[in-house]
Every structure is written in C-alpha cells, then in structure tokens.
C-alpha cells in the first residue's frame, strides 16, 4: 500500500517509517517533513520504498495532493513540547479539517470503492474518567496546566472524523489514544483496548505504539479497529 505519514520526524514517527519498512506488505512510504534533512540520519533514509517530502500540515492544498494519492494517511503529528504555555496552534483541530476533507474529495474524484484510510494519533488523557488510572501529578497539575490546551484540539480531531453527522462512515478512520510516550526499547508486550480505557497502564514505549501502528492497523485487513478508538498501555 501506499502509506502517508505526517509527523515522520517525530520520536514516533521515525519508528513508524521503521516498521512500514520493514512490513511484508513492501508498504512505499511517503514521510512528510517540514525539514527533510531531519531523516538524514534515518537508518534507511535510502531505501527504495521511501520518498521523504517537505512539506507542512498547515498547507492544505499540499495535502490535498498528497491525500490523493495514497491508500493509508497517518498522523503521528504533535507538538514536540507543551511546557513554557505553548499552545497546539490547530495542529490536531485543523489538520483534521484539512486531512478530512481531501480524503472526501480524493474518493468522490475516484472510483465510488475507493476508500482511503486514516489512522491518528491522540492521547489516553481525552478519554473521560481515564485520569482515575493516571498518578496524582498528572491529574492535578500536567494535566491542567500544560495539557488541556491539546487536548481540548485531539477532542475536535476525533470528532472531525468520528462524529455521525459528519457522516463519519464515509471515512475508514481509526485513532489510537495512547498513555504517556516512553522510548524503551521494543517489548511487543502490551494490553490494548477498543473503546475503552486500561486499567493502569499508563506508559506505552514509541516504539511498541509504532509497531502497533503499523502491524495491527496498517497492515491489518480483517477491520478490527476500524471505526474505534483504541488504547495500549504496559
Ligand atoms: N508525549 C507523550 O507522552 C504523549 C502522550 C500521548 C500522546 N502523545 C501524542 O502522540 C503523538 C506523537 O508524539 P511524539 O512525542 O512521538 O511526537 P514528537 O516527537 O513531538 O513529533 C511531533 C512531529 O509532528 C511534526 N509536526 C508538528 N507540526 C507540524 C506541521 N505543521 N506540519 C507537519 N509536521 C508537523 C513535527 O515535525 P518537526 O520535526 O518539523 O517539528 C514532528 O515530526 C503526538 O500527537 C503527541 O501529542 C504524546
């Protein structure tokens, strides 16, 4: 398949261009970058099934483009830090927006079968009733204080793709809501949940997300967690 990655210089995004790589399924790999010289030092910069492109979420006939032309959209996008009052700037809202309605466009223009895919991602911390499993620091001050911003945004990613009267079942969408981001080595070792929170579970490595990612979203025919919202965690 051909797969869209938005985010690719990211702690997660790397590890995902990783796993496309390295699937069965010789995925070709469009990593978008806003400074393509950031994957110079990938491992497999060079490979031949990678096409590494400049370019920006905040460009929407850019991404209209590149929409068009693939089967899988992923977004591992995000701001690299919340601390020192920074806000998401649309990052997650808009770039719903946009991804959104160039995947409508691109399949109206196609054959009426033509589905393309999304998968973003968010966070565990937007779930309601999820800080219960998250310690007392996280609950009473990250979250508030640093958090919410982006979070409120993720709320309005998921709804731009989730919501009925959006018609939502135009789209093969799937988000995944993962706890705090670590980067340990791979475990493969983890729970995950559809539509539900796990109970503890508050840390998942980037490189088990990305493998998740790419093994049990990309790759995967069967629809499991088509049309979910799903959490892993340790
Ligand atoms: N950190 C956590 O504990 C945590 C927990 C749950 C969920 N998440 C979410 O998980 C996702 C991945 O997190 P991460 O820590 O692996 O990511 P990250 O290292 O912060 O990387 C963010 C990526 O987004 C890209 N980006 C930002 N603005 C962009 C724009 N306008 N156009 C194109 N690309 C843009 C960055 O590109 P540049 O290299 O050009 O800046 C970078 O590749 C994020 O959505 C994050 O919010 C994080």
């Known amino acids: 398949m051909k797969v869209l990655l938005f985010g690719s210089t990211g702690r997660t995004g790397l590890a995902i261009i990783t796993y496309l790589l390295e699937s069965p399924k010789s995925h070709i790999v469009t990593a978008v970058a806003r400074n393509p010289s950031a994957l110079a030092d990938h491992?497999?910069?060079?490979?031949?099934?990678l096409r590494i492109v400049k370019g920006d979420l905040k460009n929407a006939s850019f991404v209209e483009e590149q929409v068009a032309e693939h089967d899988v959209v992923?977004?591992?996008?995000?701001?690299?830090?919340?601390?020192?009052?920074r806000t998401p700037d649309g990052i997650y809202a808009e770039s719903a927006k946009t991804i959104r309605r160039a995947i409508l466009q691109a399949q109206r223009v196609s054959d009426s079968q033509r589905k393309i895919r999304f998968i973003g991602v968010t966070s565990g911390g937007i779930r309601p009733g999820n800080e219960v499993n998250f310690p007392f620091i996280y609950q009473f001050v990250i979250?508030?204080?640093?958090?919410?911003?982006?979070?409120?945004?993720?709320?309005?990613?998921?709804?731009?793709?989730?919501?009925?009267?959006?018609?939502?079942?135009?789209?093969?969408?799937?988000?995944?809501?993962?706890?705090?981001?670590?980067?340990?080595?791979?475990?493969?070792?983890?729970?995950?949940?559809?539509?539900?929170?796990?109970?503890?579970?508050?840390?998942?490595?980037?490189?088990?997300?990305?493998?998740?990612?790419?093994?049990?979203?990309?790759d995967d025919e069967t629809g499991e967690f088509r049309g979910k919202e799903v959490t892993l965690g340790y």
């Open 74 to 85: 992923v977004f591992a996008a995000g701001m690299s830090t919340v601390m020192g009052g």
């Open 43 to 49: 491992p497999q910069h060079d490979h031949k099934n």
């Open 143 to 218: 979250k508030p204080l640093f958090l919410q911003p982006s979070y409120d945004e993720m709320v309005l990613m998921e709804r731009e793709f989730r919501d009925p009267d959006q018609n939502a079942e135009e789209i093969d969408w799937s988000f995944v809501q993962p706890p705090r981001l670590t980067d340990v080595e791979r475990t493969g070792n983890y729970r995950v949940e559809a539509e539900k929170m796990i109970v503890g579970g508050c840390e998942i490595g980037r490189k088990d997300l990305a493998a998740f990612i790419v093994e049990r979203m990309v």
